[in-house]
Structures are given as C-alpha cells and as structure tokens.
C-alpha cells in the first residue's frame, strides 16, 4: 500500500522539487526575467494575461483534436490493412517510415500555400505528426499474432476475417491505447509549430508575439499550458486503458 502511494504521489512530489530549485536558481543568481523567468514571475504573467491565453489555449486544443480524431481514423484503417496483410506489411511500412522521417514543420508553407493562414495547415500538421504511431501500433498488434494461435482458429472453423476483427484487434488495444499517449503529445507539438508561423491565434502564435516583446514570462506560461493540456490528455487515455484493457495488466496490478 505505502509503494503505491508513493508512485501515485512521486510525480507530483518530483515537479514540486523542480519548480522550487528552479525558483532558488534564478533568485540566487538574480537571472534577468526576460533571459529565464522565475516560476513566480510565470505564475504573475500566467494569472495577468489569464484570460488571453485562455482564448489562446482553447484555440490550439479544438484545432489539435480535430487533428488528431483523423489522425485515430487514418491511422487504425491503414494499421488495419497494413497488419493484416503480410504484402501490404512488407510494401506499405517501409514507405510509411520515410514519410514519418521527413520534418513535419517542413510542410507548413506548403500546408499555407493550398489552404492559407488559418486552422486548416494546423490540423493537417496535427494530423501528419500523430497518425503514424497509431498506424504503426495497430499494424504491429495484427501482424506479430502468433502463427499457432491462428493455425488452432482456422483449425476450429474461423475465417481470416474472424481472427483479425475477433482476436487480432482485441489484442491489439493495448498497442493502441499506447500508440494515443504518444501520438496525442505529438499533435500538440504538430499545432504550436504550425501556429507559429501559419496562424494569428492559439498558443503558437501567443509565443511568437510574446517572444518579439521580450515578455518571457507570458510565453513560458502558454508552454506550460500546452504541456498542461497535452498531460490531461494522456491521463484520460491511461485511465480509459486500465478500465478497458484490464487483461493486459493483470501483473501490474497485482503488485
């Protein structure tokens, strides 16, 4: 019980750490607020500008999860025709890696050019930076399903529609639940990156106009709201994980 506790209480206890050393550090060497501001000084900028970066905030959210509910789409229906076929495994994956390798923040001007200034570049950054690990998760889950249990299915009357809508994608849940966790932190990068230069509202774009008037402490507090946002999201699909893939954790939980 007291070994669960403190892993429940452990990050909070090691951010607190953090804020405070990093509170001693600029107090104790008086470094300047528009060089490294305090985490006083963001807590001031943060509760001032409240309820810009409120409108800011909510702005980048909505644009990242409609970004991202593609992605979730895009990403299991390809991962789906990917793993359940060792051809289009072999022809489609290696195509997919070196898609995932180009520099994401390389296709805003292109993104701007077809679509303008507005939500449209940010959603598909969104959407192109998160949809390949879901795809990567889902193909995986499918395609490494042990050659024997589908021999005992087919064996028993099963069809190869059958193993993988009936035991291929259960299995693959918690492949999928942790493909979420990555690719949601990723589609609020995807967002920021592309509001900085293709937007003229959201967090992105409150860092660019914060960073040109030197205010240091507004622009570590709209990092800090993302960060915020995009550990909320990644809480929520834990608990949404636990609660639907609890076969798969039965060690853990044992402990």
């Not at 967002?191 to 900085?196: G, K, Q």
């Amino acid at each position: 019980m007291h070994k669960k506790t403190v892993e429940r209480w452990s990050p909070w206890i090691l951010l607190v750490a953090t804020i405070l050393l990093w509170q001693i550090i600029c107090s104790a060497f008086s470094i300047p607020e528009y060089l490294f501001p305090s985490p006083w000084a963001i807590g001031v900028q943060l509760a001032e500008y409240s309820g810009v970066i409120a409108g800011h905030a909510w702005r980048t959210f909505w644009v990242t999860m409609a970004g991202f509910g593609i992605a979730i789409v895009v990403g299991v229906l390809l991962g789906f025709v990917i793993g359940s076929s060792r051809i289009a495994y072999a022809a489609v994956y290696p195509l997919m890696t070196a898609f995932n390798a180009l520099p994401k923040a390389a296709f805003v001007p292109i993104l701007v050019v077809w679509f303008g200034i507005g939500v449209g570049p940010a959603i598909l950054t969104a959407f192109l930076i998160s949809f390949f690990p879901i795809m990567v998760n889902i193909a995986t889950g499918l395609a490494t399903l042990e050659p024997e249990l589908e021999d005992v299915l087919r064996v028993l009357g099963a069809k190869r529609w059958d193993v993988l809508t009936k035991v291929g994608l259960p299995r693959s849940m918690p492949y999928f639940y942790g493909s979420l966790k990555v690719a949601i932190t990723l589609a609020f990068v995807g967002t920021t990156v592309s509001e900085m230069t293709a937007a003229n509202e959201g967090i992105g774009y409150l860092l660019i106009s914060a960073g040109s008037s030197m205010q240091m402490g507004l622009a570590f507090a709209g990092l800090m709201v993302v960060g915020a946002m995009a550990m909320v999201m990644y809480e929520l699909f834990s608990w949404i994980e636990k609660r639907t893939t609890g076969w798969a954790h039965r060690g853990s939980q044992g402990e």
